[in-house]
């Protein structure tokens, strides 16, 4: 495809389920940024993958958040015992080394 | 202090109207400027990148003063479609760092 993807769109889950988000890069870009962005705000940042190079996990908000990259293409972002305040959307982008970032469409997840 | 500030408005401008917004970011070490554009419950949109030298793409304008760490975007001859919230984004040694926006409403 042209652009980042990204599934599911949306995902509704119950509280201390674990959910995974999946994120699709364009082709042939090396770097791999993960983002949320609660409602009414702006963009925080979670976690960085640049190449073969060992992420920038610095953003992420706990250790219930983890994300790996495979093979430098397809990302996971995983959120163990899910807590409300996690609700948000969940955006992926990519980029080609240090240019501006495309993002994909997001995931919409509602922990109730 | 944040690391990329900027005006959140609202900027409520006629249609036809020039804009002007700013925004300043901290760390001088910086290497590469953006402005994106998002739409309400939309994915962010990278409208275009900032130079020193100052570029242009049709209505809009980009500026950088890398001394005073502070950055423009000029809209001119403002279309009800430009009615979004900007944002500005920095990027450091590892990753973008995005303002918290500004959002611009363009009027009949």
């Known amino acids: 495809g042209a652009g980042v993807s990204q599934s599911p769109s949306n995902k509704v889950t119950e509280k201390g389920k674990d959910v995974e988000l999946r994120c699709d890069p364009i082709s042939g870009h090396t770097a791999l940024y993960w983002y949320r962005q609660s409602l009414g705000q702006g963009l925080e940042f979670l976690i960085y993958f640049q190449g073969n190079s060992a992420p920038d996990k610095s953003g992420l908000p706990s250790d219930r958040f983890s994300a790996e990259r495979t093979g430098g293409s397809v990302s996971t972002l995983t959120i163990q015992r899910t807590q409300q305040e996690d609700s948000a959307v969940y955006l992926c982008?990519?980029?080609?080394?240090?240019?501006?970032?495309?993002f994909g469409p997001g995931t919409r997840l509602t922990v109730l | 202090r944040k690391e990329v500030e900027q005006d959140p408005g609202p900027f409520n401008v006629p249609e036809g109207a020039t804009v002007a917004f700013n925004c300043t970011y901290s760390?001088?070490?910086?290497?590469?400027f953006f402005w994106y554009r998002q739409d309400c419950r939309k994915e962010p949109k990278l409208l275009m990148s900032?130079?020193?030298s100052g570029n242009e793409d049709g209505r809009f304008t980009a500026q950088l003063n890398r001394a005073s760490q502070y950055i423009s975007l000029l809209i001119r001859d403002s279309k009800l479609s430009d009615s979004a919230t900007y944002l500005c984004v920095v990027r450091g040694y590892n990753k973008l760092i995005f303002g918290a926006g500004t959002r611009l409403a363009v009027h009949p």
């Open positions: 760390n001088s070490a910086s290497q590469s």
């Open positions: 900032v130079y020193s």
């Open positions: 982008a990519s980029s080609p080394d240090f240019l501006g970032g495309h």
